[in-house]
């Protein structure tokens, strides 16, 4: 009966999710529920980085050459990338050759989608960093040709026609821009009116890790290796308005990344997640340092609104353990890593949990007023940490490097229904 009710629920959903491809996250109602379902499919080696849904498929990538059915008994040969359907789990004959690691994915028009990572050929052809793949046949749609200099892509976005880049390149199709980009969907080319002006004065290069658009498109917020926007300090995070044809700074900053963490971190910070009403957004950061007053191992809430310098609405904090993924539903705040606890101010890896700290090993919720543990504890096998959150329609996409997951085998991938 779940698996009907499942199926049922993709399909009303499955025109919007093509047709208008998001990148803040899903509102939901309620919590997910602790129990996976059964008939996601496994990836049997490596880690999955990121999901994206293209209609009815759930579109996964990362760096693996193997994958298998719910039942284990069935195994395909699938390198960095692969789909199944979102209603039942079957695994897609969609197996393009991408000779490395895909680390962000966004939903492209008329059944395609879009790859962006460490790659430097797709079906034998030089395309580095970023491709349009179609899924019914697994092409290279080769009117798409957007090409990077060097380094990967590991942030993706598709939005109003234009498709949004980041990660450590320094040029698109020989136009520099570096670490973020923005191009026109269709064709690749480079929009030369967009200009982050990035830099990172000191660093070895300007790095953007992740960003996130605001569900109304008007504001773009990005993290990584970065100290400058042109001419003003924006250190780790900075906020662009998306509202005009330009990339403008916005006048909000904070100095709460300022304080260094585990020496050796050009940045701490990993990922950022609008609310869906676009009020907030939380960023889940590393730095290996427990700290009471730093934001190192923590998830932190800011507000959008306001001018000037914002401090964090509240912070969550592990003890000394990395949180890497972030999603954002309105009724909670889930986050990934390979943490221990949360509510762990005062704990240290040296000497395990302080007062009041609560067990989340793997994932955990916390709530979006407070910052506060959810009762939710799935649990996960910690591994090096979860990459990749998705809210879809009807639960939470999950995607690592472990195959434990609340409690039950999942080979790198699960989805916790509502």
Same mark, same amino acid.
């Given at each position: 009966?779940?698996?009907?009710?499942?199926?049922?629920?993709?399909?009303?959903?499955?025109?919007?999710?093509?047709?208008?491809?998001?990148?803040?996250?899903?509102?939901?109602?309620?919590?997910?529920?602790?129990?996976?379902?059964?008939?996601?499919?496994?990836?049997?080696?490596?880690?999955?980085?990121?999901?994206?849904?293209?209609?009815?498929?759930?579109?996964?990538?990362?760096?693996?050459?193997?994958?298998?059915?719910?039942?284990?008994?069935?195994?395909?040969?699938?390198?960095?990338?692969?789909?199944?359907?979102?209603?039942?789990?079957?695994?897609?004959?969609?197996?393009?050759?991408?000779?490395?690691?895909?680390?962000?994915?966004?939903?492209?028009?008329?059944?395609?989608?879009?790859?962006?990572?460490?790659?430097?050929?797709?079906?034998?052809?030089?395309?580095?960093?970023?491709?349009?793949?179609?899924?019914?046949?697994?092409?290279?749609?080769?009117?798409?040709?957007?090409?990077?200099?060097?380094?990967?892509?590991?942030?993706?976005?598709?939005?109003?026609?234009?498709?949004?880049?980041?990660?450590?390149?320094?040029?698109?199709?020989?136009?520099?821009?570096?670490?973020?980009?923005?191009?026109?969907?269709?064709?690749?080319?480079?929009?030369?009116?967009?200009?982050?002006?990035?830099?990172?004065?000191?660093?070895?290069?300007?790095?953007?890790?992740?960003?996130?658009?605001?569900?109304?498109?008007?504001?773009?917020?990005?993290?990584?290796?970065?100290?400058?926007?042109?001419?003003?300090?924006?250190?780790?995070?900075?906020?662009? !308005?998306?509202?005009?044809?330009?990339?403008?700074?916005?006048?909000?900053?904070?100095?709460?990344?300022?304080?260094?963490?585990?020496?050796?971190?050009?940045?701490?910070?990993?990922?950022?997640?609008?609310?869906?009403?676009?009020?907030?957004?939380?960023?889940?950061?590393?730095?290996?340092?427990?700290?009471?007053?730093?934001?190192? !191992?923590?998830?932190?809430?800011?507000?959008?609104?306001?001018?000037?310098?914002?401090?964090?609405?509240?912070?969550?904090?592990?003890?000394?353990?990395?949180?890497?993924?972030?999603?954002?539903?309105?009724?909670?705040?889930?986050?990934?890593?390979?943490?221990? &606890?949360?509510?762990?101010?005062?704990?240290?890896?040296?000497?395990?949990?302080?007062?009041?700290?609560?067990?989340?090993?793997?994932?955990?919720?916390?709530?979006?007023?407070?910052?506060?543990?959810?009762?939710?504890?799935?649990?996960?096998?910690?591994?090096?940490?979860?990459?990749?959150?998705?809210?879809?329609?009807?639960?939470?996409?999950?995607?690592?490097?472990?195959?434990?997951?609340?409690?039950? &085998?999942?080979?790198?991938?699960?989805?916790?229904?509502?």
């Amino acid at each position: 009966m779940r698996r009907r009710l499942l199926a049922a629920v993709t399909l009303v959903f499955a025109a919007v999710a093509g047709a208008h491809p998001a990148t803040a996250d899903l509102a939901q109602s309620s919590v997910v529920s602790a129990n996976p379902v059964d008939f996601t499919p496994h990836v049997l080696d490596g880690t999955v980085w990121t999901m994206a849904v293209v209609g009815d498929t759930v579109v996964v990538g990362g760096a693996f050459t193997k994958v298998a059915d719910s039942s284990r008994k069935n195994t395909y040969a699938r390198k960095n990338i692969f789909a199944f359907d979102l209603g039942d789990g079957t695994i897609r004959s969609f197996a393009p050759d991408v000779d490395g690691a895909i680390y962000s994915l966004a939903a492209g028009a008329d059944g395609t989608v879009y790859a962006g990572g460490a790659f430097k050929t797709v079906n034998g052809t030089a395309q580095r960093g970023l491709t349009r793949l179609d899924l019914g046949d697994g092409q290279r749609v080769s009117s798409f040709k957007a090409k990077i200099n060097w380094g990967d892509v590991r942030s993706l976005a598709n939005r109003g026609g234009r498709l949004y880049a980041a990660g450590t390149f320094s040029a698109i199709n020989g136009v520099e821009r570096p670490a973020l980009a923005r191009m026109y969907a269709e064709s690749g080319s480079v929009d030369t009116g967009f200009d982050a002006r990035l830099s990172a004065p000191g660093l070895t290069r300007t790095r953007v890790e992740h960003f996130d658009i605001s569900p109304d498109g008007s504001r773009l917020v990005a993290v990584g290796a970065i100290l400058k926007s042109g001419g003003y300090d924006r250190t780790q995070i900075a906020m662009f !308005d998306l509202s005009g044809s330009s990339a403008e700074l916005v006048n909000w900053y904070t100095d709460a990344y300022k304080p260094q963490c585990m020496k050796g971190f050009d940045t701490y910070l990993r990922q950022v997640k609008f609310s869906p009403d676009g009020s907030y957004f939380v960023v889940a950061a590393t730095g290996r340092a427990s700290s009471p007053v730093k934001l190192c !191992d923590s998830a932190a809430r800011f507000e959008t609104g306001g001018s000037g310098r914002h401090n964090p609405t509240w912070v969550q904090r592990t003890g000394g353990d990395s949180l890497y993924a972030v999603a954002v539903t309105g009724s909670a705040v889930y986050l990934g890593g390979h943490q221990r &606890y949360f509510d762990n101010p005062q704990g240290t890896d040296a000497h395990g949990p302080g007062p009041g700290a609560v067990s989340r090993p793997g994932i955990g919720a916390v709530s979006p007023t407070t910052g506060r543990a959810l009762s939710w504890n799935p649990t996960r096998a910690r591994g090096v940490g979860v990459r990749c959150l998705l809210p879809v329609p009807h639960g939470l996409l999950v995607g690592s490097d472990t195959d434990q997951l609340g409690r039950e &085998y999942h080979g790198r991938i699960g989805l916790f229904p509502l």
